[in-house]
């Protein structure tokens, strides 16, 4: 299996474009993550998806920020319009997942996508 | 509120001598813990879980974590350090909300290993 693939893997923009980044899981898996990474904060939860219907997006930092999943194998996180203090890496991460409940799934995280934004 | 706590931002060892990361857990029940180790440019990778049973837990790379109740923590230790281990380490806590969970992350620990 490839593991959960991202896309760019660095990205660098100015500030007030847009910019989108790419996930595809582990196929089979059920549940979608994203997470930013920055020295400030660690490993923060900014989403996730459950068969493609976000469960949760509390952690999502303002309507800049938005995320979709329109089918089991892509999901897309964009932030419209950037600003610098977006720099940060962003991780996709997948997990078999059960709707609800409680799942001990391991989680299997992508290689991150460090963004950049000047 | 459930958390997690890695007192230790950094940790410096010479290869093969004996390491011990530390992770303290807040969580009323019984926790679901992980170890995450991220190498330098890559993703997160699982060393190893613990859910319940027996609480000296066998991972990945030469790993184990031993779960203790009565100190809420779940340190991570490995024998003898390889300099491929020089990495950062997570510890994470599975927390229950809303009728999902999701994983909520320590700090980390950066490992560096002197040759």
């Known amino acids: 299996d490839a593991g959960v693939i991202q896309s760019p893997r660095h990205e660098v923009t100015e500030m007030g474009q847009e910019v989108t980044l790419r996930c595809k899981p582990i196929s089979g898996h059920n549940s979608l993550f994203w997470y930013r990474q920055t020295m400030m904060r660690g490993l923060e939860l900014l989403i996730y998806?459950?068969?493609?219907?976000?469960?949760?997006d509390s952690g999502m930092p303002e309507d800049r920020f938005s995320a979709k999943m329109p089918n089991a194998s892509f999901s897309t996180l964009k932030i419209q319009p950037s600003e610098p203090r977006d720099s940060a890496v962003y991780f996709c991460?997948?997990?078999?997942?059960?709707?609800?409940?409680?799942?001990?799934?391991?989680?299997?995280f992508g290689p991150g996508t460090r963004l950049t934004v000047l | 509120a459930q958390s997690v706590t890695q007192p230790d931002i950094h940790i410096t060892v010479s290869e093969g001598a004996s390491l011990e990361l530390r992770c303290n857990y807040s969580y009323g029940a019984t926790p679901y813990l992980f170890w995450y180790v991220q190498s330098p440019g890559q993703g997160l990778q699982l060393l190893l879980k613990y859910f319940s049973g027996d609480t000296l837990v066998q991972g990945i790379k030469g790993f184990e974590a031993e779960f203790k109740r009565s100190q809420s923590s779940f340190n991570l230790r490995k024998p003898s350090v390889h300099w491929s281990d020089a990495a950062e380490y997570f510890c994470?806590?599975?927390?229950?909300?809303?009728?999902?969970?999701?994983?909520?992350f320590g700090a980390g620990t950066r490992l560096a290993v002197h040759p």
């Open positions: 991460a997948s997990s078999l997942g059960v709707a609800g409940g409680a799942s001990t799934d391991t989680q299997y």
């Open positions: 994470a806590v599975v927390l229950f909300s809303g009728g999902y969970n999701k994983l909520i």
């Open positions: 998806f459950n068969n493609n219907v976000p469960i949760d």
